[in-house]
């Protein structure tokens, strides 16, 4: 009687909790849609199907809660759940790319709806048609077999997507694929089930709901940005946390072990073992736990060797070498292919070059995707590429940011690095211990924190773009030298024949002096020959001064005064301004600073348009004056100014000789000071041209015999 009782009990509970299984299903449902809306990717062209999926899947759950699974109105919400899903199926299939594969998707798809529109059809004849014991057999088994088609060729539908979507896009499909073929797989397994017993299995019918709605939130959460990317593998933490307890464990045994076998002993000599092991217990427990190291080692050393990596490394070396490797006409140059091929590593949409210059400062040398930044023209202080040259230090921005230095580094990062939100990190190029560049990536659209393996991987791309870009400046400099060797040989000839056309006018001249018979004729004569005589001297002493490396008479310039001078030279040519005139006194030779300054003038009136004027601009830098010479003209790129403008033989202008910037970075070099340039496409360019003050090197040469003379007198 009780046992009865019992099972009457327990047939009253059976509906009620196949209602709260309909019910967890619809909130878990209604959860996921509540997730898309709010976090869901907007550009991924699944979002409004699984949203409409999410949806009806919860309506159908709480009608089936409250109605029954069979009624009327939970069989068309199941219904519009299944269209949603096979539009969903239909948008995946259109983004892929594929065009020709929607040419055959498409009749399936639409078969398929068709086939699922029957559902109504056949409620409406069964009901239509009565109660009759045949009838309602007949309905049920139309309904099973329209589900079980749907299902069939919803995955066959699953399987040709991700089988031949391309491999990039297979992350993004991955969850969204393992939870449409859930559902499908779960519902073909049901109705085989039903078909089969010739009734809907009672526990698994109930438990559908709940399965929809886990799968729901499986796909609402791969459509996140960061889904993607989750793998099937143990959370760190749970990883961890079993590791901890597993040596825990491990100790206790160990223990238990110990004291058992010095109580075999006996006597005080066990005793007396048990106290120093366990003493020895402790010390080890306190020495080792507190230390941070010690537990950052062993978290490391698991990560290494219990995940999986983050990278395929045979795949990333592969496409590091085709990048790099991705050479010919109208190709991208070494600089920004390096770049590119360091940015796919950590998937940043783009990124920057920095090398350093004859100070260790460094400069902007190429860009990639990159147009937005501004980068100023030191990019970065001599105290930055020391310290990334001596420790290979690769930099996370954020924690610069964030104050953290692990070698002093934060108070070196210049400022429009830490201003610059996008920027992410700071990769050494190092080649021999020797700073070729940096490179600065762009934060990733799925932003992230740098890891060891990150660290480890561009480290090491690093030093391989570092000895591709070494050797580049190797053989430029070959090639340099051989088109230095050509241009001596052939100087050689002309300065040979200047020489001798200068000795017969000499000569010709001294004659005519000795022999003149008309004053007047011969005065002029005279005044001709030695005007030409004068001029293919200075020519010559012009062309000697090539590859020199030094001036003579140095002495104090008085910048202001020069740029007036050279303003007033152009003045019939074209229009050359003075914007500022603070007076300041320089060292250096008059006639080479005039000559350098000549170069870059005809310059910029060669890039500028006749009616705009080309700016002189004289100000003081600490110890150092300044002339700047600026124009509006077309600009030069980065890769340009680092590779091309101070190179000899290589010109922008047609017909020109690449000498000019050359012999003027030459001739300030030799006084002791620098050309530096500031160039933007499209906007102009600015030359610098800074020497020392005439009063800090009387100073330092007084400060010099100073030293010398208390050397001599010791």
Not at 61 to 80: F, K
Request: aromatic fraction near 8%; proline fraction near 4%.
């Amino acid at each position: 009687m009780a046992g009865g009782r019992a099972v009457i009990w327990l047939g009253g509970l059976a509906p009620l909790a196949g209602a709260l299984v309909w019910l967890a299903g619809a909130v878990l449902s209604l959860g996921a849609f509540a997730w898309l809306w709010r976090y869901g990717e907007r550009a991924r062209p699944d979002r409004a199907g699984l949203m409409g999926a999410a949806a009806l899947s919860a309506l159908w759950c709480a009608l089936s809660a409250g109605l029954g699974p069979d009624h009327y109105a939970a069989v068309i919400a199941a219904m519009g759940r299944n269209l949603a899903l096979l539009a969903t199926i239909f948008c995946l299939f259109a983004a892929d790319g594929r065009a020709a594969s929607l040419k055959p998707v498409r009749p399936v798809i639409i078969a398929l709806v068709l086939v699922q529109l029957l559902h109504p059809v056949v409620l409406l004849v069964g009901h239509r048609m009565g109660s009759e014991p045949l009838v309602g057999r007949a309905v049920f088994e139309a309904r099973v077999m329209i589900d079980m088609l749907v299902s069939i060729g919803a995955l066959m539908l699953l399987h040709n997507l991700y089988a031949g979507a391309a491999v990039a896009l297979r992350p993004a499909l991955r969850w969204t694929g393992i939870a449409l073929a859930g559902i499908f797989a779960f519902d073909l397994n049901l109705h085989t089930l039903a078909y089969l017993g010739g009734a809907m299995p009672r526990v698994l019918g109930d438990l559908r709901g709940l399965f929809a709605g886990i799968m729901a939130v499986l796909f609402a959460l791969g459509l996140n940005a960061a889904g993607p990317r989750v793998q099937f593998s143990p959370s760190r933490a749970v990883t961890f946390r079993t590791l901890s307890l597993l040596l825990i464990g491990g100790y206790l045994t160990a223990m238990v072990l110990v004291t058992k076998s010095l109580a075999l002993i006996g006597g005080d000599m066990a005793r007396a073992s048990q106290a120093v092991f366990v003493v020895i217990a402790v010390l080890t427990a306190a020495v080792a736990l507190p230390s941070r190291r010690l537990r950052g080692w062993v978290r490391v050393t698991a990560t290494k060797h219990l995940f999986q990596h983050r990278y395929d490394y045979r795949e990333e070396w592969l496409r590091f070498t085709r990048t790099i490797g991705r050479s010919g006409p109208g190709s991208a140059s070494l600089e920004e292919r390096a770049v590119k091929a360091l940015a796919d590593i950590t998937e940043s949409p783009a990124g920057l070059l920095l090398t350093p210059n004859e100070e260790a400062q460094l400069e902007l040398t190429a860009r990639w995707n990159w147009q937005t930044i501004a980068v100023p023209a030191v990019a970065g202080e001599f105290a930055l590429s020391g310290l990334l040259e001596q420790h290979s230090l690769v930099l996370a921005l954020d924690e610069a940011r964030a104050g953290t230095s692990h070698h002093g580094e934060a108070s070196h990062v210049p400022a429009w690095l830490m201003e610059a939100e996008d920027a992410w990190a700071l990769v050494p190029l190092i080649h021999f211990d020797r700073l070729v560049g940096v490179v600065v990536l762009a934060r990733p659209r799925n932003p992230r924190q740098l890891d060891w393996e990150d660290f480890d991987l561009l480290r090491v791309a690093g030093q391989q773009l570092a000895s591709y870009l070494a050797e580049q400046t190797g053989q430029q400099a070959l090639m340099d030298a051989s088109r230095f060797d050509e241009f001596n040989r052939r100087m050689a000839f002309v300065m040979h024949d200047i020489k001798n056309l200068v000795s017969q006018l000499s000569l010709l001249a001294a004659n005519a002096e000795k022999h003149a018979d008309n004053p007047a004729f011969r005065a002029d004569m005279l005044v001709t020959l030695r005007n030409s005589a004068d001029k293919l001297s200075a020519l010559l002493a012009r062309l000697g001064r090539y590859g020199s490396g030094h001036v003579n008479a140095m002495g104090p310039i008085e910048l202001v005064e020069l740029a007036r001078g050279i303003a007033e030279r152009f003045k019939g040519v074209h229009p050359v301004a003075l914007t500022r005139e603070v007076p300041v006194e320089v060292s250096g030779n008059r006639e080479a600073l005039e000559q350098a300054l000549i170069h870059l003038v005809q310059n910029a009136i060669d890039v500028s348009a006749p009616d705009m004027p080309v700016f002189l601009d004289v100000t003081t830098e600490g110890l150092h004056g300044a002339i700047d010479v600026v124009d509006s003209g077309a600009g030069m790129s980065p890769e340009f100014v680092r590779s091309g403008l101070f190179k000899p033989f290589i010109s922008s202008k047609p017909g020109g000789f690449g000498i000019g910037a050359f012999e003027a970075r030459e001739l300030v070099k030799a006084m002791g000071g620098r050309i530096a340039v500031e160039s933007r496409v499209g906007l102009g360019t600015r030359f610098s041209v800074v020497l020392p003050l005439a009063e800090a090197v009387r100073l330092a040469a007084f400060e010099a015999g100073d030293a010398i003379d208390i050397e001599e007198v010791a």
